[in-house]
């Protein structure tokens, strides 16, 4: 958070406040337990959420045994649905298993993902192959398993 805000506001984007995923359970660990994460909400340009009621808290239980770190689509799903409108593309640069991706199949955007780590293309491609039965067209999973480092998925 230190170190990700003043690099954001340096590219123009604007900070306006820290939202707090609420994962229900501490996690591992000692010195008062973590069960929450902050999402630091940004803006370029000016925009509308598209629900001003939506609470700064996204309660959501964590994921336990999958990729290291995943989070729910359904944390994915509140800032989707409130920055975006269906058939708009949602970018995940560090998309690990492809939660993101899978909320944005889910809600009707298209998405764009990318990892360093080949194994998290695999899994992320693998996971948007089963959740849209088949629909991921060919020449991206092609692209997938020959650029493993590139995932470019319109899952829908």
Known sequence: MFVARPAAELAGFRFWKPLVWDKCTIGMGYHYRARYEFILFFEKGKRKLNDLGVADIITVPRVRGGYPAEKPPEVADVLIRQSSEPGDVIIDPFM?????????????????????????VKIAS???????????????AAMADAQPDLLDSLSR
């Open 126 to 140: 693998q996971r948007l192959r089963e959740f849209g039965e088949g629909r991921v067209p060919a020449d991206i």
């Open 96 to 120: 690990g298993s492809g939660s993101v991706g899978i909320a944005a199949a889910r809600l009707g955007r298209r998405f764009l993902g990318n990892d360093l780590n080949p194994e998290a």
